[in-house]
């Protein structure tokens, strides 16, 4: 029977963690496995080394993929209309908790600066009441909103013009690829500000948004963005070539045939 491991999560859980110290132990562990799924470059990367010249394990990137039928562009000016935005104001929207794991007082900070120069906006959604931050995001002047129901997303997607999110590597406790959020604004054809987009397929990657080198390059970024969207136009359709849910589901189903074949053709 054909043995499929599939990690989620990055190197920064408990297993990943103990195993980064005993290269042996993944040597050990990994003996039987006949494809190993992971979600990061940084883990293809720790694998590749680690497993040396086992040929024997078929190492594949693999992502989660998105409904674009769902996820899809409306009208901007409707957009706004639907979330009660001055057709004029610029839009930065950031979806997740309001902690600094996720890199929420780096976008906070950025908005701050941002708005000194820009008529700008920015639509933090899915606080928790008790998050940390959240005095914070107020006193910035942010719209902060708690979780909603994920198709009440959309229109906030569309009324976008920036999607950011802000998680750096020495923050991060768990990561796990680009990230769902990301996937579901560029469904909705609105680019991306985060450093997770260092997992997007390096070759198109700038046609997608951009990727801030440190906290102080998040609001340089945003302000390439609302400055210049034109290289972005098509990002919907460039990030349907990897994340549909379609495509990865072939993409698991030919790696699967492989294996049947390999075990009973």
Same mark, same amino acid.
């Given at each position: #029977?054909?043995?499929? +491991?599939?990690?989620?999560?990055?190197?920064?859980?408990?297993? #990943?963690?103990?195993?980064?110290? +005993?290269?042996?132990?993944?040597?050990?562990?990994? &003996?039987?496995? !006949?494809?190993?799924?992971?979600?990061?470059?940084?883990? &293809?990367?720790?694998?590749?080394?680690?497993?040396?010249? !086992?040929? *024997?394990?078929?190492?594949?990137?693999?992502?989660?993929?998105?409904?674009?039928?769902?996820? /899809?562009?409306?009208? /901007?000016?409707?957009?706004?209309?639907?979330?009660?935005? @001055?057709?004029?104001? &610029?839009?930065?929207?950031?979806?997740?908790?309001?902690?600094? $794991?996720?890199?929420?007082?780096?976008?906070?900070?950025?908005?701050?600066?941002? &708005?000194?120069?820009?008529?700008?906006?920015?639509?933090?959604?899915?606080?928790?009441?008790?998050? @940390?931050?959240?005095?914070?995001?107020?006193?910035?002047?942010?719209? +902060?909103?708690?979780?909603?129901?994920?198709?009440? $997303?959309?229109?906030? =997607?569309?009324?976008?013009?920036?999607? %950011?999110?802000?998680?750096?590597?020495?923050?991060?406790?768990?990561?796990?690829?680009?990230? #769902?959020?990301?996937?579901?604004? $560029?469904?909705?054809?609105?680019?991306?500000?985060?450093?997770?987009?260092?997992?997007?397929?390096?070759?198109?990657?700038?046609? %997608?948004?951009?990727?801030?080198?440190? @906290?102080?390059?998040?609001?340089?970024?945003?302000?390439?963005?609302?400055?210049?969207?034109? @290289?972005?136009?098509?990002?919907?359709?460039?990030? *349907?070539?990897?994340? !549909?849910? /379609?495509?990865?589901?072939?993409?698991?189903?030919?790696?699967?045939?492989?294996?049947?074949?390999? =075990?009973?053709?």
């Amino acid at each position: #029977m054909p043995l499929v +491991i599939t990690s989620h999560g990055g190197r920064y859980n408990p297993l #990943m963690r103990l195993i980064d110290r +005993i290269d042996l132990l993944a040597r050990i562990a990994f &003996k039987n496995v !006949d494809c190993l799924l992971v979600d990061t470059q940084a883990e &293809k990367e720790y694998f590749s080394r680690i497993l040396g010249d !086992d040929k *024997r394990i078929d190492l594949q990137l693999t992502i989660v993929g998105v409904d674009f039928d769902r996820f /899809k562009p409306l009208n /901007k000016e409707r957009a706004k209309e639907i979330v009660r935005l @001055p057709s004029q104001k &610029k839009v930065i929207l950031y979806v997740g908790r309001l902690y600094k $794991l996720k890199g929420a007082d780096i976008i906070i900070q950025a908005f701050k600066t941002l &708005k000194k120069k820009y008529d700008v906006e920015l639509i933090m959604i899915g606080y928790h009441q008790n998050d @940390p931050l959240i005095k914070d995001a107020r006193a910035a002047g942010a719209r +902060i909103i708690p979780v909603i129901p994920q198709e009440q $997303l959309v229109p906030y =997607y569309n009324a976008a013009d920036v999607f %950011v999110t802000a998680s750096f590597e020495e923050n991060v406790v768990a990561p796990g690829g680009i990230g #769902m959020a990301p996937i579901e604004a $560029l469904a909705c054809n609105t680019p991306v500000v985060s450093p997770s987009l260092r997992h997007f397929p390096q070759d198109d990657v700038e046609k %997608v948004g951009k990727i801030p080198q440190s @906290p102080e390059d998040v609001a340089k970024c945003i302000a390439g963005i609302l400055e210049d969207p034109t @290289p972005y136009h098509n990002c919907r359709r460039v990030a *349907r070539r990897y994340y !549909d849910w /379609k495509v990865v589901v072939d993409h698991l189903i030919k790696i699967y045939d492989k294996l049947f074949s390999k =075990y009973y053709g």
